[in-house]
C-alpha cells in the first residue's frame, strides 16, 4: 500500500544526448580555491642547500630556541609552576635561570588556567624581589590567568576557541601554556587525534617565529601524561623528578631531566639538580647530589650494600665513592 506520492518515482526529464554535470572551469578563480589551499612549490637539492636560513637565536638557551616548541611536565607539587614562572622572567628580562641563559629580553605571555590568582601573584612578585631588576626593566610580560575571567579560560584544543587565544598574543615572543590538562579539555589525553587541534595550532605560532612552553603533568607511568604524539613535533622534553631522598619538607627540589635535546648535547643536556632555598636557587650535579647522600647515609653508621640498596646504586658505585673523598670502610 503507497502513501502518497513519492517525487523519486517520476523519471527523470530528458536532457537531450549533449547534456551533461556541470562543470567548473579549472582556469575560473572558484576550480583553483576548491582543489587546492594554496600552491605547494618544491625545489631542487642545489637550490635548498643555496638558500640562506637567518640562524636559530635562543630565547632561554640551551634549549629553547626562538619558534621553538618544548614541554615541562612533572608529578603534581614537584615545581613545574616555579620553573615556568622563572623560565617567563628570565626570558622577559634577558636574565638567567638555573644552568639556563637569555640571550636578550623578549615578549612573554602567561596562559594560566590552574594557579589560583593570588598565588600567581605572591610567586611572581617573589620572583621579581629575588631577581632585583625594576619593573621598568622588564620588556612586556603579560598573564592571562583563568581566575581573572568569570567563565574562566576558552578550550584551547577547540579550533573555534583557538581564535581568542591567537589575538590575545600580541606581540609575544614566548607563550606559557600552563598547563595542558586544564587548558586542553577536548577529546581524551590518551587519544593521538586529540592532540593534533592543539599541535596545528602550536605549529602556526613556530611559523611565527614564536616559541611555546607547554606545561603538563606525568602519568602514573612516569612519563608526560597522555598520548606519547605529544613530543613528535617538540624541540624539548624536560622532566622534573623527585629525588629518592626527596621530603615534603623541603619544598621545591627536582631533578631536572632533557628526555629530548634537538640542537644541543654533551653537558647541556646533562641531567642536575636543583632546589629553591631561602637565597635563591641552587644547582649541582646529580653525581655531587649522590656523593653528599652516600657520605650522610655513611656517617650515620650503614654499611656500604645498605647504602647501595637506599640510593638505588650498586654497591661497588658506593665503594667507589667512599674510597675518592677517603672515607673509611
Known sequence: MRYGHDPLDEPLPDMGPEWEWPRLDPNHEDAAKASSPG???PIGLAEFLAREFPPREMVLGPWLPVGGLAMLYAPRGCGKTHVALEVAYAAATGGS?????APQPRSVLIIDGEMPGATLQERLAR????AQISRSGVKQLRILASDLHPDGLPDLSSTEDQSRYTAALGDAELIIVDNLSTLCRSGRENEAESWLAVQGWALARRRENRAVLFVHHSGKGGGQRGTSRKEDVLDSVIALRRPEDYSPAEGARFEVHFEKARGFSGPDAEPFEAALTAT????RDLDDALEDRV???HAEGMKQREIAAEVGKSAATVNRILKRV???A
Open 97 to 101: 635561570f638555573l644552568k639556563w641563559q
Open 326 to 328: 677517603g672515607a673509611s
Open 280 to 283: 635563591g636557587w641552587a644547582v
Open 39 to 41: 600552491s605547494l612549490n
Open 127 to 130: 620572583i621579581e624581589t629575588s
Open 295 to 297: 657520605l650522610a647515609l
